[in-house]
Protein backbone atom coordinates (compact mmCIF):
# COMPACT_ATOMS: atom_id res chain seq x y z
CA UNK A 1 0.00 0.00 0.00
CA UNK A 2 1.51 3.46 -0.65
CA UNK A 3 1.62 5.97 1.86
CA UNK A 4 -0.64 9.24 2.04
CA UNK A 5 -0.27 12.82 3.08
CA UNK A 6 -2.15 14.53 5.83
CA UNK A 7 -2.29 18.00 6.23
CA UNK A 8 -3.78 19.87 9.22
CA UNK A 9 -4.93 23.41 8.81
CA UNK A 10 -5.04 25.73 11.47
CA UNK A 11 -6.35 29.34 11.96
CA UNK A 12 -2.76 29.46 13.39
CA UNK A 13 -0.56 26.75 11.69
CA UNK A 14 -0.63 24.20 8.94
CA UNK A 15 0.94 21.32 8.96
CA UNK A 16 1.75 18.26 6.82
CA UNK A 17 2.79 14.69 6.77
CA UNK A 18 3.77 11.61 5.06
CA UNK A 19 1.98 8.76 7.03
CA UNK A 20 2.53 5.12 6.09
CA UNK A 21 -0.41 2.94 6.23
CA UNK A 22 0.47 1.63 9.92
CA UNK A 23 0.37 4.86 10.74
CA UNK A 24 4.12 6.13 10.99
CA UNK A 25 5.19 9.92 10.23
CA UNK A 26 7.71 9.49 7.73
CA UNK A 27 8.35 13.59 7.93
CA UNK A 28 6.11 16.29 8.79
CA UNK A 29 6.54 19.70 8.24
CA UNK A 30 4.90 22.89 10.23
CA UNK A 31 4.12 26.72 9.20
CA UNK A 32 2.32 29.54 10.01
CA UNK A 33 -1.04 29.79 7.98
CA UNK A 34 -1.41 33.13 5.37
CA UNK A 35 -4.77 34.85 5.35
CA UNK A 36 -5.15 35.69 1.75
CA UNK A 37 -6.76 33.29 0.01
CA UNK A 38 -4.37 32.72 -3.02
CA UNK A 39 -1.17 32.72 0.09
CA UNK A 40 -3.35 30.02 1.58
CA UNK A 41 -3.14 27.77 -1.21
CA UNK A 42 0.31 28.12 -1.37
CA UNK A 43 1.50 27.36 2.15
CA UNK A 44 -0.82 24.34 1.60
CA UNK A 45 1.18 23.41 -1.91
CA UNK A 46 4.08 24.00 -0.71
CA UNK A 47 3.62 21.61 3.08
CA UNK A 48 2.50 19.11 0.14
CA UNK A 49 5.53 19.39 -2.09
CA UNK A 50 8.20 19.56 0.97
CA UNK A 51 7.18 16.91 2.75
CA UNK A 52 6.64 14.66 -0.32
CA UNK A 53 9.85 14.55 -1.66
CA UNK A 54 11.70 11.06 -2.38
CA UNK A 55 8.13 8.98 -0.80
CA UNK A 56 5.74 7.08 -3.05
CA UNK A 57 2.16 9.13 -2.19
CA UNK A 58 -1.12 7.56 -3.03
CA UNK A 59 -3.27 10.84 -2.22
CA UNK A 60 -3.71 13.84 0.30
CA UNK A 61 -6.22 15.15 2.69
CA UNK A 62 -6.87 18.13 3.97
CA UNK A 63 -8.47 18.31 7.59
CA UNK A 64 -10.07 21.94 7.81
CA UNK A 65 -11.45 23.67 10.84
CA UNK A 66 -14.99 24.83 9.37
CA UNK A 67 -18.11 23.22 7.29
CA UNK A 68 -17.12 21.01 4.89
CA UNK A 69 -19.53 20.63 1.27
CA UNK A 70 -17.99 16.60 0.51
CA UNK A 71 -19.05 16.71 -2.74
CA UNK A 72 -17.41 19.84 -3.35
CA UNK A 73 -14.28 19.47 -1.77
CA UNK A 74 -15.16 23.01 -0.65
CA UNK A 75 -15.22 25.01 2.77
CA UNK A 76 -17.99 27.01 3.11
CA UNK A 77 -18.03 28.19 6.72
CA UNK A 78 -14.26 28.74 8.68
CA UNK A 79 -14.59 31.16 11.37
CA UNK A 80 -10.85 31.26 12.03
CA UNK A 81 -9.48 31.05 8.61
CA UNK A 82 -11.90 32.97 6.34
CA UNK A 83 -9.65 33.26 3.64
CA UNK A 84 -10.05 29.29 2.33
CA UNK A 85 -13.82 29.61 2.22
CA UNK A 86 -15.09 28.90 -1.26
CA UNK A 87 -11.51 28.10 -2.72
CA UNK A 88 -11.91 24.80 -5.12
CA UNK A 89 -9.31 22.99 -2.95
CA UNK A 90 -9.22 19.85 -4.63
CA UNK A 91 -8.62 21.39 -8.23
CA UNK A 92 -6.31 24.07 -7.18
CA UNK A 93 -4.05 22.20 -5.15
CA UNK A 94 -4.47 18.83 -7.41
CA UNK A 95 -3.19 21.37 -10.15
CA UNK A 96 -0.56 22.69 -7.96
CA UNK A 97 0.58 19.21 -7.07
CA UNK A 98 -0.47 16.63 -9.47
CA UNK A 99 -1.82 15.17 -6.59
CA UNK A 100 -5.31 13.28 -5.82
CA UNK A 101 -7.00 15.57 -2.79
CA UNK A 102 -9.72 15.82 -0.66
CA UNK A 103 -11.07 17.55 1.91
CA UNK A 104 -12.50 16.42 5.28
CA UNK A 105 -13.61 18.51 8.86
CA UNK A 106 -10.40 18.87 10.92
CA UNK A 107 -12.16 17.27 14.01
CA UNK A 108 -13.62 14.57 11.69
CA UNK A 109 -10.19 13.74 10.52
CA UNK A 110 -9.34 13.80 14.04
CA UNK A 111 -11.73 11.47 15.03
CA UNK A 112 -10.85 9.03 11.97
CA UNK A 113 -7.00 9.11 13.34
CA UNK A 114 -8.03 7.75 16.30
CA UNK A 115 -9.93 5.23 14.78
CA UNK A 116 -7.34 4.20 13.00
CA UNK A 117 -4.51 4.46 14.85
CA UNK A 118 -5.59 5.54 18.48
CA UNK A 119 -8.12 5.52 21.43
CA UNK A 120 -10.85 3.76 18.59
CA UNK A 121 -8.48 1.58 17.24
CA UNK A 122 -9.93 -1.93 18.31
CA UNK A 123 -13.64 -1.09 18.06
CA UNK A 124 -15.96 0.00 15.70
CA UNK A 125 -18.64 2.34 17.05
CA UNK A 126 -16.16 5.67 18.21
CA UNK A 127 -17.43 9.03 19.32
CA UNK A 128 -14.68 11.81 19.41
CA UNK A 129 -14.50 15.05 21.16
CA UNK A 130 -12.35 17.58 20.85
CA UNK A 131 -12.82 20.28 23.76
CA UNK A 132 -10.41 23.41 22.88
CA UNK A 133 -11.74 26.95 22.15
CA UNK A 134 -14.85 25.77 20.19
CA UNK A 135 -16.30 21.70 21.33
CA UNK A 136 -15.68 19.38 17.73
CA UNK A 137 -15.99 16.26 16.46
CA UNK A 138 -16.26 13.37 15.08
CA UNK A 139 -18.11 9.88 14.55
CA UNK A 140 -17.24 6.59 13.13
CA UNK A 141 -20.73 4.19 13.56
CA UNK A 142 -20.38 0.55 12.01
CA UNK A 143 -16.29 1.53 10.84
CA UNK A 144 -17.83 4.29 8.50
CA UNK A 145 -17.33 8.18 8.89
CA UNK A 146 -20.51 9.48 9.43
CA UNK A 147 -20.37 12.77 7.54
CA UNK A 148 -24.09 13.53 6.45
CA UNK A 149 -25.45 14.68 3.44
CA UNK A 150 -23.56 17.40 2.71
CA UNK A 151 -20.19 16.45 4.86
CA UNK A 152 -21.29 18.92 7.39
CA UNK A 153 -22.50 16.09 9.91
CA UNK A 154 -20.92 15.14 12.81
CA UNK A 155 -21.20 18.91 15.15
CA UNK A 156 -21.57 17.22 18.21
CA UNK A 157 -20.13 20.46 19.62
CA UNK A 158 -23.57 21.99 18.66
CA UNK A 159 -26.46 20.46 20.50
CA UNK A 160 -28.78 22.42 22.51
CA UNK A 161 -27.75 20.46 25.99
CA UNK A 162 -29.42 23.17 28.16
CA UNK A 163 -32.10 25.49 25.61
CA UNK A 164 -31.86 28.44 28.17
CA UNK A 165 -28.23 28.09 28.70
CA UNK A 166 -25.71 30.99 27.96
CA UNK A 167 -25.53 31.58 24.11
CA UNK A 168 -22.56 29.66 21.75
CA UNK A 169 -20.49 31.90 19.18
CA UNK A 170 -22.72 29.60 16.93
CA UNK A 171 -25.82 31.90 17.72
CA UNK A 172 -27.89 28.87 19.70
CA UNK A 173 -28.10 28.83 22.90
CA UNK A 174 -27.28 26.12 25.71
CA UNK A 175 -24.93 24.34 22.86
CA UNK A 176 -22.51 21.54 24.29
CA UNK A 177 -19.70 23.88 23.15
CA UNK A 178 -21.01 26.93 25.57
CA UNK A 179 -20.90 24.76 28.35
CA UNK A 180 -18.00 22.57 28.11
CA UNK A 181 -15.32 24.45 25.76
CA UNK A 182 -12.34 25.99 26.91
CA UNK A 183 -14.32 29.27 26.43
CA UNK A 184 -16.55 28.32 28.63
CA UNK A 185 -14.03 27.18 31.32
CA UNK A 186 -12.37 30.77 31.36
CA UNK A 187 -15.89 32.29 31.45
CA UNK A 188 -17.11 30.37 34.54
CA UNK A 189 -13.86 30.62 36.11
CA UNK A 190 -13.56 34.09 36.07
CA UNK A 191 -17.24 34.05 37.61
CA UNK A 192 -16.60 31.60 40.39
CA UNK A 193 -12.98 33.77 40.88
CA UNK A 194 -15.24 37.08 41.68
CA UNK A 195 -17.28 34.48 44.01
CA UNK A 196 -13.97 32.80 46.08
CA UNK A 197 -11.59 35.90 45.97
CA UNK A 198 -9.73 34.09 48.55
CA UNK A 199 -9.09 30.90 46.61
CA UNK A 200 -5.80 30.21 44.85
CA UNK A 201 -8.32 30.57 41.53
CA UNK A 202 -9.37 34.35 42.73
CA UNK A 203 -5.84 35.81 43.76
CA UNK A 204 -4.82 34.74 40.45
CA UNK A 205 -7.25 36.60 38.83
CA UNK A 206 -6.53 39.31 40.56
CA UNK A 207 -3.27 39.78 39.23
CA UNK A 208 -4.18 38.64 35.30
CA UNK A 209 -6.17 36.81 32.61
CA UNK A 210 -6.61 33.30 33.94
CA UNK A 211 -6.11 30.92 31.34
CA UNK A 212 -7.78 27.52 31.08
CA UNK A 213 -4.15 26.07 31.49
CA UNK A 214 -4.18 27.75 34.89
CA UNK A 215 -7.38 25.99 35.72
CA UNK A 216 -6.26 22.42 35.29
CA UNK A 217 -3.07 23.48 36.89
CA UNK A 218 -4.59 25.04 40.60
CA UNK A 219 -6.93 22.14 40.35
CA UNK A 220 -4.08 19.73 40.25
CA UNK A 221 -2.63 21.28 43.37
CA UNK A 222 -5.97 21.34 45.09
CA UNK A 223 -7.71 24.33 45.06
CA UNK A 224 -11.25 24.29 45.01
CA UNK A 225 -12.53 26.95 43.13
CA UNK A 226 -10.54 25.70 40.32
CA UNK A 227 -11.93 22.29 40.98
CA UNK A 228 -15.28 23.05 40.87
CA UNK A 229 -15.11 24.83 37.89
CA UNK A 230 -13.46 21.65 36.03
CA UNK A 231 -16.32 19.77 37.53
CA UNK A 232 -19.11 21.52 36.52
CA UNK A 233 -17.96 21.93 32.89
CA UNK A 234 -17.58 18.10 33.55
CA UNK A 235 -20.90 17.57 34.25
CA UNK A 236 -22.13 19.46 31.23
CA UNK A 237 -19.85 17.26 29.26
CA UNK A 238 -21.30 13.87 30.18
CA UNK A 239 -25.01 15.73 30.04
CA UNK A 240 -24.17 15.97 26.31
CA UNK A 241 -21.90 12.63 26.24
CA UNK A 242 -25.12 10.58 27.96
CA UNK A 243 -27.52 11.97 24.66
CA UNK A 244 -24.22 10.79 22.59
CA UNK A 245 -24.08 7.21 24.55
CA UNK A 246 -28.23 7.09 23.48
CA UNK A 247 -28.41 8.09 20.19
CA UNK A 248 -25.07 6.30 18.88
CA UNK A 249 -24.44 2.73 21.36
CA UNK A 250 -20.49 3.82 20.62
CA UNK A 251 -17.90 1.39 22.62
CA UNK A 252 -15.30 4.51 23.24
CA UNK A 253 -15.75 8.16 23.51
CA UNK A 254 -12.27 9.80 23.26
CA UNK A 255 -11.69 13.23 24.47
CA UNK A 256 -9.34 15.00 23.11
CA UNK A 257 -8.31 18.97 22.81
CA UNK A 258 -6.27 20.91 25.13
CA UNK A 259 -9.30 20.93 27.79
CA UNK A 260 -8.50 17.10 28.18
CA UNK A 261 -5.05 17.63 29.80
CA UNK A 262 -7.45 18.20 32.57
CA UNK A 263 -7.87 14.54 32.68
CA UNK A 264 -10.36 12.89 35.14
CA UNK A 265 -10.70 16.16 36.46
CA UNK A 266 -13.13 16.76 34.31
CA UNK A 267 -13.84 12.98 32.94
CA UNK A 268 -14.68 12.03 36.23
CA UNK A 269 -17.70 14.02 36.53
CA UNK A 270 -18.29 13.47 33.18
CA UNK A 271 -18.12 9.59 33.67
CA UNK A 272 -20.92 10.01 36.12
CA UNK A 273 -23.17 12.63 34.56
CA UNK A 274 -23.37 9.93 32.08
CA UNK A 275 -24.23 6.88 34.16
CA UNK A 276 -27.14 9.09 35.42
CA UNK A 277 -28.24 10.63 32.19
CA UNK A 278 -28.09 7.11 29.46
CA UNK A 279 -29.65 3.88 29.54
CA UNK A 280 -28.16 0.19 29.63
CA UNK A 281 -27.07 -1.22 28.01
CA UNK A 282 -24.93 1.54 26.36
CA UNK A 283 -24.13 3.10 29.56
CA UNK A 284 -22.47 0.14 30.94
CA UNK A 285 -20.34 -0.58 27.55
CA UNK A 286 -19.02 2.59 27.00
CA UNK A 287 -15.40 3.67 28.09
CA UNK A 288 -14.68 7.25 28.19
CA UNK A 289 -11.17 7.93 28.17
CA UNK A 290 -8.43 10.69 27.05
CA UNK A 291 -7.49 10.21 23.19
CA UNK A 292 -4.41 9.24 22.90
CA UNK A 293 -3.14 10.87 19.57
CA UNK A 294 -2.73 14.22 21.01
CA UNK A 295 -2.00 17.05 17.91
CA UNK A 296 -0.88 14.49 15.23
CA UNK A 297 -4.28 12.60 15.18
CA UNK A 298 -5.08 15.88 12.40
CA UNK A 299 -2.57 14.80 10.64
CA UNK A 300 -2.52 11.05 10.96
CA UNK A 301 -6.80 11.61 10.53
CA UNK A 302 -6.19 12.76 7.17
CA UNK A 303 -3.98 10.99 5.86
CA UNK A 304 -6.13 7.82 6.60
CA UNK A 305 -8.83 9.46 4.76
CA UNK A 306 -7.38 10.10 1.66
CA UNK A 307 -8.29 9.02 -1.36
CA UNK A 308 -7.28 7.37 -4.58
CA UNK A 309 -9.46 9.19 -7.96
CA UNK A 310 -11.54 6.10 -7.84
CA UNK A 311 -12.71 7.37 -4.56
CA UNK A 312 -10.95 4.35 -2.18
CA UNK A 313 -8.97 5.30 0.25
CA UNK A 314 -5.23 4.94 0.15
CA UNK A 315 -5.53 2.85 3.13
CA UNK A 316 -8.35 0.51 2.38
CA UNK B 1 -37.17 -11.46 -5.20
CA UNK B 2 -39.26 -13.06 -2.16
CA UNK B 3 -41.43 -11.43 0.25
CA UNK B 4 -41.11 -11.15 3.64
CA UNK B 5 -42.91 -11.19 7.09
CA UNK B 6 -42.81 -7.94 8.81
CA UNK B 7 -44.18 -8.19 12.60
CA UNK B 8 -45.33 -5.07 14.78
CA UNK B 9 -45.27 -6.16 18.37
CA UNK B 10 -47.16 -3.77 20.43
CA UNK B 11 -47.56 -3.58 24.05
CA UNK B 12 -51.76 -3.58 23.38
CA UNK B 13 -51.59 -5.33 19.50
CA UNK B 14 -49.57 -8.05 17.52
CA UNK B 15 -49.69 -6.86 13.49
CA UNK B 16 -48.22 -9.29 11.20
CA UNK B 17 -48.01 -8.81 7.64
CA UNK B 18 -46.47 -10.50 3.92
CA UNK B 19 -45.03 -7.57 2.06
CA UNK B 20 -43.66 -7.72 -1.58
CA UNK B 21 -40.09 -5.78 -2.23
CA UNK B 22 -42.05 -2.84 -3.80
CA UNK B 23 -43.97 -2.55 -0.43
CA UNK B 24 -47.27 -3.88 -0.82
CA UNK B 25 -48.90 -5.53 1.99
CA UNK B 26 -50.56 -8.99 0.59
CA UNK B 27 -51.89 -9.74 3.55
CA UNK B 28 -52.24 -8.79 7.13
CA UNK B 29 -53.31 -9.73 10.11
CA UNK B 30 -53.98 -8.29 14.25
CA UNK B 31 -54.25 -9.69 17.13
CA UNK B 32 -54.25 -8.27 20.60
CA UNK B 33 -51.05 -9.27 23.03
CA UNK B 34 -51.09 -11.53 25.44
CA UNK B 35 -48.53 -10.56 28.52
CA UNK B 36 -46.60 -14.09 29.37
CA UNK B 37 -43.70 -15.32 27.74
CA UNK B 38 -45.09 -18.28 26.79
CA UNK B 39 -48.12 -16.49 25.13
CA UNK B 40 -46.38 -14.03 23.93
CA UNK B 41 -44.10 -16.55 21.73
CA UNK B 42 -47.52 -18.42 20.91
CA UNK B 43 -49.37 -15.09 19.82
CA UNK B 44 -46.34 -13.87 17.37
CA UNK B 45 -45.97 -17.53 15.71
CA UNK B 46 -49.63 -17.92 14.97
CA UNK B 47 -49.22 -14.18 13.77
CA UNK B 48 -46.93 -15.40 11.28
CA UNK B 49 -48.61 -18.39 10.55
CA UNK B 50 -51.37 -17.29 9.58
CA UNK B 51 -50.22 -14.31 6.95
CA UNK B 52 -47.81 -16.66 5.28
CA UNK B 53 -50.23 -19.14 4.38
CA UNK B 54 -49.30 -19.82 0.22
CA UNK B 55 -46.67 -16.99 0.48
CA UNK B 56 -42.95 -17.49 -0.47
CA UNK B 57 -41.56 -15.67 2.32
CA UNK B 58 -37.88 -15.40 2.51
CA UNK B 59 -37.43 -14.20 6.41
CA UNK B 60 -39.52 -12.63 8.86
CA UNK B 61 -38.17 -9.52 11.04
CA UNK B 62 -39.69 -8.45 14.83
CA UNK B 63 -40.71 -4.52 15.11
CA UNK B 64 -40.08 -4.49 19.31
CA UNK B 65 -40.82 -1.82 21.61
CA UNK B 66 -37.87 -1.37 23.57
CA UNK B 67 -34.04 -2.03 23.94
CA UNK B 68 -32.97 -4.25 21.44
CA UNK B 69 -29.56 -6.52 21.08
CA UNK B 70 -29.05 -6.86 17.80
CA UNK B 71 -26.06 -9.42 17.96
CA UNK B 72 -28.31 -12.20 20.07
CA UNK B 73 -31.93 -10.89 18.54
CA UNK B 74 -33.55 -10.46 22.26
CA UNK B 75 -35.05 -7.61 23.67
CA UNK B 76 -33.51 -6.57 27.18
CA UNK B 77 -35.67 -3.78 28.54
CA UNK B 78 -39.45 -3.35 27.39
CA UNK B 79 -41.58 -1.33 29.64
CA UNK B 80 -45.06 -1.70 27.97
CA UNK B 81 -44.06 -5.41 27.14
CA UNK B 82 -42.17 -6.92 30.11
CA UNK B 83 -43.15 -10.78 28.99
CA UNK B 84 -41.09 -10.45 25.70
CA UNK B 85 -38.25 -9.54 28.02
CA UNK B 86 -35.27 -11.97 27.40
CA UNK B 87 -36.70 -14.03 25.52
CA UNK B 88 -34.61 -16.07 23.08
CA UNK B 89 -36.78 -14.80 19.99
CA UNK B 90 -34.96 -16.06 17.17
CA UNK B 91 -34.61 -19.48 18.02
CA UNK B 92 -37.86 -20.03 19.84
CA UNK B 93 -39.38 -18.25 16.78
CA UNK B 94 -37.75 -20.18 13.90
CA UNK B 95 -38.25 -23.46 15.74
CA UNK B 96 -42.18 -23.01 15.82
CA UNK B 97 -42.00 -21.32 12.26
CA UNK B 98 -39.21 -22.66 10.36
CA UNK B 99 -38.75 -19.24 9.25
CA UNK B 100 -35.28 -17.19 9.32
CA UNK B 101 -36.46 -14.40 12.31
CA UNK B 102 -34.47 -11.41 12.96
CA UNK B 103 -35.27 -8.62 16.14
CA UNK B 104 -35.51 -4.89 15.65
CA UNK B 105 -36.39 -2.05 17.46
CA UNK B 106 -39.81 -0.96 16.49
CA UNK B 107 -38.83 2.85 16.15
CA UNK B 108 -35.72 1.92 13.73
CA UNK B 109 -38.16 -0.70 11.75
CA UNK B 110 -40.49 1.98 10.93
CA UNK B 111 -37.46 4.61 10.45
CA UNK B 112 -36.40 1.89 7.67
CA UNK B 113 -39.88 1.81 6.51
CA UNK B 114 -40.00 5.67 5.85
CA UNK B 115 -36.50 4.95 4.17
CA UNK B 116 -37.41 2.36 1.96
CA UNK B 117 -41.36 3.29 0.86
CA UNK B 118 -42.00 6.41 2.69
CA UNK B 119 -41.24 10.31 3.80
CA UNK B 120 -37.50 9.61 2.93
CA UNK B 121 -37.42 6.73 -0.45
CA UNK B 122 -36.06 9.65 -2.21
CA UNK B 123 -33.07 10.07 -0.12
CA UNK B 124 -30.15 8.48 1.54
CA UNK B 125 -29.88 10.10 4.83
CA UNK B 126 -33.08 10.28 6.89
CA UNK B 127 -33.97 11.19 10.77
CA UNK B 128 -37.90 9.58 11.76
CA UNK B 129 -38.96 10.66 14.97
CA UNK B 130 -42.00 9.33 16.43
CA UNK B 131 -44.05 11.32 19.12
CA UNK B 132 -46.75 8.92 21.01
CA UNK B 133 -46.69 8.26 24.46
CA UNK B 134 -42.85 8.02 24.23
CA UNK B 135 -40.65 9.55 21.50
CA UNK B 136 -38.55 7.05 19.33
CA UNK B 137 -36.86 7.45 16.30
CA UNK B 138 -34.72 5.99 13.89
CA UNK B 139 -31.32 7.36 11.84
CA UNK B 140 -30.71 6.15 8.49
CA UNK B 141 -27.05 7.64 7.82
CA UNK B 142 -25.74 7.26 4.18
CA UNK B 143 -28.41 4.52 3.36
CA UNK B 144 -27.85 2.25 6.43
CA UNK B 145 -29.60 1.60 9.57
CA UNK B 146 -27.79 3.21 12.45
CA UNK B 147 -27.42 0.58 15.13
CA UNK B 148 -24.90 1.25 17.18
CA UNK B 149 -22.56 -1.38 18.74
CA UNK B 150 -25.39 -3.32 20.40
CA UNK B 151 -28.47 -2.41 18.47
CA UNK B 152 -29.29 -0.27 21.61
CA UNK B 153 -28.40 2.97 19.16
CA UNK B 154 -30.86 5.18 17.34
CA UNK B 155 -33.14 6.24 21.08
CA UNK B 156 -33.57 10.04 19.80
CA UNK B 157 -36.16 10.84 22.59
CA UNK B 158 -33.21 10.47 24.94
CA UNK B 159 -31.10 13.15 24.33
CA UNK B 160 -30.84 16.41 26.82
CA UNK B 161 -32.41 19.62 25.61
CA UNK B 162 -32.83 20.77 29.02
CA UNK B 163 -30.73 19.10 31.86
CA UNK B 164 -32.89 21.01 34.60
CA UNK B 165 -35.87 20.30 32.78
CA UNK B 166 -38.80 17.65 34.01
CA UNK B 167 -38.24 14.34 35.06
CA UNK B 168 -38.65 11.60 31.69
CA UNK B 169 -39.55 7.94 32.59
CA UNK B 170 -36.33 7.20 31.87
CA UNK B 171 -35.27 8.46 35.06
CA UNK B 172 -33.06 11.44 33.19
CA UNK B 173 -34.48 15.09 33.33
CA UNK B 174 -34.95 16.93 30.55
CA UNK B 175 -34.92 15.04 27.64
CA UNK B 176 -36.52 15.21 24.29
CA UNK B 177 -39.66 12.92 25.38
CA UNK B 178 -40.00 14.86 28.83
CA UNK B 179 -41.15 17.86 26.49
CA UNK B 180 -41.94 17.23 23.36
CA UNK B 181 -44.62 13.91 23.72
CA UNK B 182 -47.69 13.21 24.39
CA UNK B 183 -47.50 12.38 27.80
CA UNK B 184 -45.41 15.82 27.83
CA UNK B 185 -48.03 17.35 25.93
CA UNK B 186 -51.28 16.05 28.57
CA UNK B 187 -49.65 17.31 31.13
CA UNK B 188 -49.08 21.11 30.14
CA UNK B 189 -52.35 20.72 28.89
CA UNK B 190 -53.63 20.31 32.59
CA UNK B 191 -51.53 22.91 33.92
CA UNK B 192 -52.38 25.81 30.74
CA UNK B 193 -55.95 24.62 31.55
CA UNK B 194 -56.12 25.95 35.13
CA UNK B 195 -53.74 28.72 34.44
CA UNK B 196 -56.90 29.41 31.52
CA UNK B 197 -60.24 28.21 32.84
CA UNK B 198 -61.68 30.31 30.77
CA UNK B 199 -60.30 28.77 27.60
CA UNK B 200 -61.86 25.56 25.40
CA UNK B 201 -59.14 23.97 27.02
CA UNK B 202 -59.76 24.88 30.53
CA UNK B 203 -63.69 24.10 29.77
CA UNK B 204 -62.88 20.76 28.57
CA UNK B 205 -60.36 20.58 31.55
CA UNK B 206 -63.15 20.94 33.97
CA UNK B 207 -65.28 18.44 32.47
CA UNK B 208 -62.75 15.19 32.12
CA UNK B 209 -59.22 14.21 31.43
CA UNK B 210 -58.04 15.67 28.51
CA UNK B 211 -56.29 13.63 26.16
CA UNK B 212 -53.87 14.60 23.34
CA UNK B 213 -56.37 14.35 20.38
CA UNK B 214 -58.68 16.70 22.25
CA UNK B 215 -55.81 19.69 22.50
CA UNK B 216 -55.03 19.18 18.96
CA UNK B 217 -58.96 18.88 17.85
CA UNK B 218 -59.36 22.37 19.97
CA UNK B 219 -56.19 23.82 18.46
CA UNK B 220 -57.94 23.36 15.05
CA UNK B 221 -60.50 25.45 16.03
CA UNK B 222 -58.88 27.90 17.17
CA UNK B 223 -58.39 27.37 20.99
CA UNK B 224 -55.49 29.99 22.09
CA UNK B 225 -54.74 28.01 25.00
CA UNK B 226 -54.58 24.58 22.90
CA UNK B 227 -52.63 26.24 20.41
CA UNK B 228 -49.89 27.52 22.74
CA UNK B 229 -49.48 23.93 24.45
CA UNK B 230 -48.97 22.45 20.80
CA UNK B 231 -46.46 25.47 20.30
CA UNK B 232 -44.37 24.68 23.30
CA UNK B 233 -43.87 21.42 22.00
CA UNK B 234 -42.99 22.17 18.66
CA UNK B 235 -40.66 24.81 20.02
CA UNK B 236 -39.13 22.16 21.96
CA UNK B 237 -39.29 19.72 19.38
CA UNK B 238 -37.60 21.69 16.78
CA UNK B 239 -34.76 22.02 19.78
CA UNK B 240 -33.81 18.58 19.74
CA UNK B 241 -34.29 18.33 15.92
CA UNK B 242 -31.58 21.53 15.29
CA UNK B 243 -29.36 19.23 17.05
CA UNK B 244 -29.90 16.03 15.01
CA UNK B 245 -29.59 18.18 11.98
CA UNK B 246 -25.90 19.40 13.45
CA UNK B 247 -25.14 16.11 13.99
CA UNK B 248 -26.69 14.23 11.10
CA UNK B 249 -26.97 16.55 8.13
CA UNK B 250 -30.17 14.90 7.18
CA UNK B 251 -32.05 15.52 4.05
CA UNK B 252 -35.23 14.78 5.93
CA UNK B 253 -36.78 14.64 9.50
CA UNK B 254 -39.98 12.86 8.91
CA UNK B 255 -42.31 13.03 12.11
CA UNK B 256 -44.91 10.19 12.79
CA UNK B 257 -46.86 9.12 15.44
CA UNK B 258 -50.07 10.02 17.26
CA UNK B 259 -49.08 13.57 18.20
CA UNK B 260 -47.85 14.33 14.33
CA UNK B 261 -51.66 14.02 13.65
CA UNK B 262 -51.26 18.00 14.76
CA UNK B 263 -49.16 18.69 11.31
CA UNK B 264 -48.39 22.09 11.22
CA UNK B 265 -49.42 22.81 14.88
CA UNK B 266 -46.94 21.32 16.12
CA UNK B 267 -44.22 21.36 12.84
CA UNK B 268 -44.69 24.63 11.97
CA UNK B 269 -43.15 26.06 15.45
CA UNK B 270 -40.39 22.93 15.29
CA UNK B 271 -39.41 24.40 11.88
CA UNK B 272 -38.62 27.85 13.49
CA UNK B 273 -36.76 25.95 16.81
CA UNK B 274 -34.86 24.43 14.24
CA UNK B 275 -34.12 27.71 11.59
CA UNK B 276 -33.20 29.55 14.45
CA UNK B 277 -30.95 26.60 16.40
CA UNK B 278 -29.03 24.83 13.59
CA UNK B 279 -26.20 25.60 11.10
CA UNK B 280 -26.18 26.04 7.26
CA UNK B 281 -25.78 23.83 5.07
CA UNK B 282 -27.40 21.73 7.34
CA UNK B 283 -30.97 23.93 8.18
CA UNK B 284 -31.09 25.13 4.59
CA UNK B 285 -30.84 21.56 3.11
CA UNK B 286 -33.34 19.72 6.07
CA UNK B 287 -37.26 19.33 5.06
CA UNK B 288 -39.35 18.54 8.61
CA UNK B 289 -42.55 16.60 7.22
CA UNK B 290 -44.75 14.48 8.55
CA UNK B 291 -44.16 10.56 8.01
CA UNK B 292 -46.31 9.14 5.50
CA UNK B 293 -46.60 5.41 6.42
CA UNK B 294 -48.90 5.93 9.88
CA UNK B 295 -48.86 2.47 11.27
CA UNK B 296 -48.27 0.49 8.33
CA UNK B 297 -44.55 1.58 9.06
CA UNK B 298 -44.03 -0.95 11.99
CA UNK B 299 -45.17 -3.89 8.95
CA UNK B 300 -43.24 -2.44 6.27
CA UNK B 301 -40.29 -1.22 7.44
CA UNK B 302 -39.63 -4.78 9.98
CA UNK B 303 -40.11 -7.03 6.39
CA UNK B 304 -37.75 -4.40 4.80
CA UNK B 305 -35.61 -5.54 7.69
CA UNK B 306 -35.83 -9.04 7.57
CA UNK B 307 -32.87 -11.26 6.54
CA UNK B 308 -31.59 -14.52 4.75
CA UNK B 309 -29.62 -16.70 6.90
CA UNK B 310 -26.50 -15.53 5.58
CA UNK B 311 -27.33 -12.32 6.94
CA UNK B 312 -28.05 -10.19 3.14
CA UNK B 313 -31.57 -8.36 3.79
CA UNK B 314 -34.19 -10.52 1.92
CA UNK B 315 -35.20 -7.31 -0.11
CA UNK B 316 -31.37 -6.36 -0.96
Redesign the interface.
Known sequence: MLNAIGVDVGGTKIAAGVVTPEGEVLKEVRHPTAHTPERVLEGIAGAIEEVRDGFEVGGVSLGVPG?V?SAENKV??SPNLHAIEGIPLKDELGKRTGLHVTVENDASAAAWGEFRFGAGSD???LIFITLGTGVGGG?I??G?L???????????G???????GPRCG?????CLEALASGTAIQRRAREVASERPDSALGELAAERKVLGEDVTELARRGDEAAISVLEEAGK?LG??L??FV??????VIAVGGGVSEAGDLILSPARREVH???????RD?VRIKEATLGPASGILGAAALARHPSGEYVFG
Open positions: TLIFVGHVTNALRGAQGAGGELHVTIQATCGNHGWVGAGNVFNPELRSRSPGL
